[in-house]
Structure formats: structure tokens, C-alpha cells
């Protein structure tokens, strides 16, 4: 996390607390709904996030619409002009393509890159409580006939624990590693699946792949395009595979594969 000119910038979304309550927000997360949610938690006074290719059903900015209900402002960057995952790019490279109707009222509009954003967005109010029920994120087994280990879903990879050691687990996630460092997954997992955002700039929404490689863990990335980021459940269901590293490869993962076909292959050998 990082603080300039008053905006308090973020690699994840999962990051935001009660630090932001009242301030306007850079996390360099995708658009979903549960990040809009959790922006909506904090009490950002406005919140500006990556729109991780739009993607299957416009889920990548979907949060927006959301946030707009609250009557807060947010826009989402383009994946082309800064990395998903690094909070630091976003602020200093950041071209809005996606804003919602509160952030409109205070004259943001797509094109507009981040410094004029945030002098814009210092007019946004401080927000109310919020007025939705808490939303959780789903964590839940992915039943596959013949598997030799367990198949995990959760919507972020926040979720996986310890205790998923040797599972393969299907996220909702982008594939893009936190700030550009540090590790892809937090269990010695046998495989991991991620969203590719949009690959995006630097090829940033595949980041983790090669870090999931040197660590011996076969990782895949679904398109954006074919499944709905933030949602596991798309993720397995609807998702085919962009790019696989080559643990990945060596279970017989390719390219144009259906995650779900994946996901078998690597569980059951």
C-alpha cells in the first residue's frame, strides 16, 4: 500500500479497511462485484480500480454499477495502459475506460488519466453506512469423477488455505502477481487457475504463471473473454484455457482447452 496526494493506493482490493473510510482509493484489482463491495465496505469516498479486460458479461467493471448504487464514484483503468496487481502503475499510467454515473456527475469520463481522476475525485463526499448486507466470497469443493485430489473453488485467491496443499484450486482471480513480486499462491497446491484479465499490459493478467512454474505448480489462465472474473463457478464452467506454464503442459493442458477438461486432466493423473 502506498499513499499520494491523498489517494491511498493498493495492489488488491482484499487490502482495503477502515484506513480507507472517507478517502479515494487506487487498487489495482479487476471491477468485479465483490470488489465492489469491498470498496463499499471500507467507506471509500471514491475508488478507482482495473477494468481487467471487461471481459464475459462486462464482470470486470460490473462493481461499478454497484458502487454508482451507493452513490459513490468509481472509474475502472484500462488493463492496456497499467498492470493488474500493481497499484503503483495504475496511479502513475492509468487511462479510465469505464466510469459509473456518481463519478460522471464529478466530471470523469473514460480517457482521462489518473492525476486529473484524482483531482476530480477530491470532490466526492464522505459515504453513508452501507446499506447492503454483508456478500461473501464462495469457497467450495468442484466434484471431478476419478480424481486423485481435491478440486477446490474460491472466487479469490485470498481464500486458498494452507490446508489445500496438493489440491488443485480453480479462482476467480486474475492472474496477476501483487505489485509484480512475491509468491502466486499461498499453499503448495498441485495446479492453480486464474482469469487472465485481458492479459493487459506487460502481459501482467499471466504474471503468476511463471512464478507458479518456478515453484513446481502447473498454473493456467482462462480467457476473460470466456468467463466471468471474480466467479470460480464461471471460472470452471465456462472458462477456456489462454496459457498454461509448462508443469501445466505436462499434464496434457493446452491452449483452447475447456478449464473444466483441464481441471480433470490434472486431478486425475
Not at 67 to 90: K, V, Y
Amino acid at each position: 500500500m502506498g499513499d499520494d496526494a491523498g489517494a491511498l493506493v493498493f495492489d488488491s482490493a482484499t487490502k482495503l479497511d477502515s484506513s480507507c473510510r472517507g478517502r479515494v482509493c487506487v487498487a489495482a484489482s479487476h471491477g468485479g462485484i465483490y470488489v465492489g463491495h469491498l470498496a463499499a465496505k471500507a467507506g471509500v469516498a471514491a475508488v478507482i480500480v482495473s477494468d481487467a479486460g471487461i471481459g464475459r458479461e462486462g464482470a470486470g467493471v460490473a462493481g461499478l454499477a454497484l458502487l454508482d448504487e451507493l452513490g459513490i464514484p468509481a472509474g475502472a483503468a484500462s488493463h492496456l495502459s497499467a498492470r493488474i496487481g500493481d497499484g503503483q502503475d495504475l496511479l502513475a499510467c492509468g487511462v479510465l475506460s469505464r466510469v459509473n454515473g456518481a463519478a460522471m456527475r464529478l466530471g470523469l469520463a473514460p480517457g482521462l488519466g489518473m492525476a486529473e481522476a484524482q483531482r476530480l475525485l477530491r470532490g466526492a463526499p464522505a459515504p453513508g453506512p452501507l446499506s447492503r448486507p454483508p456478500m461473501a466470497e464462495a469457497r467450495f469443493p468442484i466434484a471431478i469423477p476419478g480424481a486423485r485430489v481435491p478440486v477446490i473453488g474460491v472466487d479469490s485467491n485470498s481464500l486458498v488455505q494452507p490446508g489445500d496443499a496438493g489440491a488443485v484450486v480453480v479462482t476467480g482471480s486474475h492472474g496477476g502477481l501483487l505489485g509484480g513480486r512475491g509468491s502466486a499462491v499461498s499453499a503448495a497446491v498441485r495446479a492453480a487457475v486464474y482469469n487472465d484479465a485481458g492479459i493487459g499490459k506487460d502481459e501482467a493478467g499471466v504474471s503468476r504463471l511463471p512464478a507458479l512454474e518456478a515453484a513446481g505448480i502447473a498454473g493456467l489462465t482462462v480467457s476473460a473473454e470466456s468467463a466471468r472474473i471474480g466467479d470460480a463457478r464461471s471460472t470452471f464452467g465456462d472458462g477456456i484455457v489462454s496459457r498454461a506454464n509448462a508443469p501445466a503442459r505436462r499434464f496434457g493442458v493446452s491452449e483452447g482447452m475447456t478449464a473444466a477438461e483441464a481441471v480433470a486432466r490434472i486431478a486425475r493423473d
